[in-house]
């Protein structure tokens, strides 16, 4: 069989899912039908990919992470390890709640750190930065760095991951690449 993706002799590739030139799916990792991962991802050990997932590309997913139906990551995603997402409000063994999945969106360049929880119905911003072991349990602005449990926004952060510092008219430069950013009304631009 001719594909354009590796996937380790342990990985599961369902019938049905669809895998993007240049992905790399490693160890006991299971992408199941239905499934899109965009080109040249990375989808590390351990990771289970449920069925009408859809990642972009170039999205990195690190090891003993579950995506599960009704999450779409946007391109230059970053999952970091063992974070969750959930895709029901009120989960209980005995009722089933297949009909109540309710979607997450995780926007373009957006990282999430080791150990982060994703409450579902949520939007994770453009750029965004969720730190290690955050609580997501309401919509993550762009460029916007949350921590804690539940999260709260302490900073912003630049499309390369730098803390912003904005002077008094609201400009703020990324040290790695000096392009500015405005921050007006609570939602930073880039200039």
Known sequence: MNQDYFAHETAVVDIGAKIGKGTKIWHFSHIMPNAIIG??????QNVVVSPSVILGENVKVQNNVSIYTGVIC?????????????NVINPRSAVIRKDEYKS???????????????????????????????????EVLPYALVVGNPSKQIGWVS????????????????????QKYHLQNNYVIQL
């Open 39 to 44: 080109e040249r991802c990375n989808i590390g």
């Open 104 to 138: 997450t969106l995780v926007k373009k360049g957006a990282s999430i750190g080791a150990n982060a929880t994703i409450v579902c119905g949520n939007t994770i911003g453009a750029y965004a930065m969720v730190g290690a072991g955050a609580v997501v349990t309401k």
């Open 159 to 178: 499309e390369y991951g730098h803390r912003l510092e904005f002077d008094e008219n609201g400009v703020a430069t990324c040290p790695e690449t000096a």
């Open 74 to 86: 946007e391109d230059d995603v970053f999952l970091g390890p063992s974070m969750v997402f959930t």
